[in-house]
C-alpha cells in the first residue's frame, strides 16, 4: 500500500509477489520464520519493534503488529504486516540517553571536585601554618611553597570541574604559559628519577 511504499521506498509493482525477505536485513531473517510459527498458531504479534531494510539499503527501526488473515472457514490463509518507521523516536530516545550520561558525568565531577576541594583546604591551611612556625630561613619553607602552589594549581583544576559540572563557572583570561610550566617544573624533576 502507500503507507509501505513510503516506509520502504519500493512501489507496489517492485513488491508484489516478493518475499518479506526482500525487507529483512541479513541477521535478522530468522524473526519472520519465528513470527510466521507464531501466526499459524492463531497468535498474533504487536508493536514488535525490529530494524527492516529500505529499497536504498539503509536500515530503519520499525515496529510490526502482525496478524493472521482467515478466510470464511475461519482457516488461516496469510498474515497481514503493519510497520510503522520509529526511528525518528528511537534517534531522539538515544539522543536523551546521551544527555543523561553528560548529566551524570557532571553530578559526578561536581561531587568529585566538591570533595577533593575539602581535601585542598587541609593541606593548604597546615602548610601556610607550617610555614609561619619554621620561619624564612627554614629549607623546608621552600619545599612548603612548592606544596601551596600545587595545592593551588589543583584548586583551580576544581573550580573546572565544578565549572563543567554547571556549579562554578569558568573565568577566561589571559594565561602565562613560562610562568605555569617554571612552576610546575620542580615537581616534575622530583618525581621522575634520574637515569
Given at each position: 500500500?502507500?503507507?509501505?511504499?513510503?516506509?520502504?521506498?519500493?512501489?507496489?509493482?517492485?513488491?508484489?509477489?516478493?518475499h518479506i525477505a526482500l525487507?529483512?536485513?541479513?541477521?535478522?531473517?530468522?524473526?519472520?520464520?519465528?513470527?510466521?510459527?507464531?501466526?499459524?498458531?492463531?497468535?498474533?504479534?504487536?508493536?514488535?519493534?525490529?530494524?527492516?531494510?529500505?529499497?536504498?539499503?539503509?536500515?530503519?527501526?520499525?515496529?510490526?503488529?502482525?496478524?493472521?488473515?482467515?478466510?470464511?472457514?475461519?482457516?488461516?490463509?496469510?498474515?497481514?504486516?503493519?510497520?510503522?518507521?520509529?526511528?525518528?523516536?528511537?534517534?531522539?530516545?538515544?539522543?536523551?540517553?546521551?544527555?543523561?550520561?553528560?548529566?551524570?558525568?557532571?553530578?559526578?565531577?561536581?561531587?568529585?571536585?566538591?570533595?577533593?576541594?575539602?581535601?585542598?583546604?587541609?593541606?593548604?591551611?597546615?602548610?601556610?601554618?607550617?610555614?609561619?612556625?619554621?620561619?624564612?630561613a627554614d629549607p623546608a619553607?621552600?619545599?612548603?611553597?612548592?606544596?601551596?602552589?600545587?595545592?593551588?594549581?589543583?584548586?583551580?583544576?576544581?573550580?573546572?570541574?565544578?565549572?563543567?559540572?554547571?556549579?562554578?563557572?569558568?573565568?577566561?583570561?589571559?594565561?602565562?604559559?613560562?610562568?605555569?610550566?617554571?612552576?610546575?617544573?620542580?615537581?616534575?624533576?622530583?618525581?621522575?628519577?634520574?637515569?
Amino acid at each position: 500500500n502507500l503507507g509501505a511504499e513510503q516506509i520502504f521506498g519500493y512501489f507496489e509493482a517492485e513488491a508484489v509477489g516478493q518475499h518479506i525477505a526482500l525487507l529483512m536485513p541479513a541477521d535478522r531473517s530468522h524473526e519472520e520464520s519465528d513470527i510466521m510459527e507464531r501466526i499459524r498458531h492463531g497468535g498474533l504479534v504487536k508493536h514488535f519493534e525490529t530494524l527492516r531494510r529500505r529499497k536504498d539499503g539503509k536500515e530503519i527501526h520499525v515496529s510490526l503488529t502482525i496478524s493472521p488473515v482467515l478466510d470464511a472457514a475461519q482457516k488461516i490463509v496469510g498474515a497481514s504486516h503493519i510497520a510503522r518507521d520509529i526511528t525518528e523516536r528511537r534517534e531522539l530516545e538515544e539522543q536523551l540517553r546521551q544527555s543523561q550520561k553528560l548529566e551524570s558525568l557532571g553530578v559526578l565531577a561536581g561531587g568529585l571536585a566538591h570533595d577533593f576541594n575539602n581535601l585542598l583546604t587541609g593541606i593548604m591551611g597546615n602548610a601556610s601554618l607550617m610555614i609561619g612556625d619554621l620561619g624564612k630561613a627554614d629549607p623546608a619553607g621552600a619545599r612548603l611553597d612548592e606544596i601551596l602552589r600545587a595545592s593551588e594549581r589543583a584548586a583551580l583544576l576544581v573550580r573546572q570541574m565544578l565549572a563543567y559540572a554547571g556549579k562554578g563557572r569558568f573565568v577566561v583570561g589571559p594565561v602565562n604559559l613560562a610562568a605555569d610550566v617554571a612552576e610546575v617544573l620542580p615537581l616534575v624533576r622530583t618525581s621522575i628519577s634520574r637515569l
